[in-house]
């Protein structure tokens, strides 16, 4: 069983910026490409943002680009979503999650279903 454990969440004012963390469990870490999710109160589970395994290709949501960085180290079996310029609409739970499968080094996934682990969720909260 593979454990994702999602840290860096927190209350801030808008404009300021987050690191959300992932650690995952197991030595596999660098063979799948990751991703995350959020979800605010009321909305269904949305894309934020995926890298690839190798961490060369990245791939965002159109909130997020410009605005969130998404990087990995595979030494630290560790993935991480950089925020800045958060906004009171970015409020919310996020979620990191595993793929189901390894894919090419360049490969990606956006969809839910493409993700078979997920982590607990850190709360995000934005004011204004």
């Known amino acids: 069983q593979v454990h994702l454990v999602e840290s860096g969440g927190g209350l801030v004012q808008a404009g300021h910026s987050l690191k959300l963390s992932c650690v995952v469990s197991?030595?596999?870490?660098?063979?799948?490409?990751m991703g995350w999710f959020r979800q605010a109160p009321g909305k269904e589970r949305e894309f934020v943002a995926t890298?690839?395994?190798?961490?060369?290709?990245?791939s965002y949501a159109d909130f997020a680009e410009g605005r969130f960085a998404i990087s990995r180290d595979n030494s630290k079996n560790t993935a991480y979503l950089h925020m800045n310029n958060l906004k009171p609409e970015d409020t919310a739970v996020y979620y990191c999650?595993?793929?189901?499968?390894?894919?090419?080094?360049?490969?990606?996934?956006?969809?839910?279903?493409?993700?078979?682990?997920w982590g607990q969720g850190t709360q995000v909260t934005v004011s204004s």
């Open positions: 197991g030595n596999t870490f660098y063979n799948y490409p």
């Open positions: 890298i690839s395994k190798s961490g060369a290709v990245t």
């Open positions: 999650a595993r793929s189901r499968s390894t894919a090419s080094s360049r490969t990606y996934f956006r969809s839910e279903s493409d993700y078979v682990y």
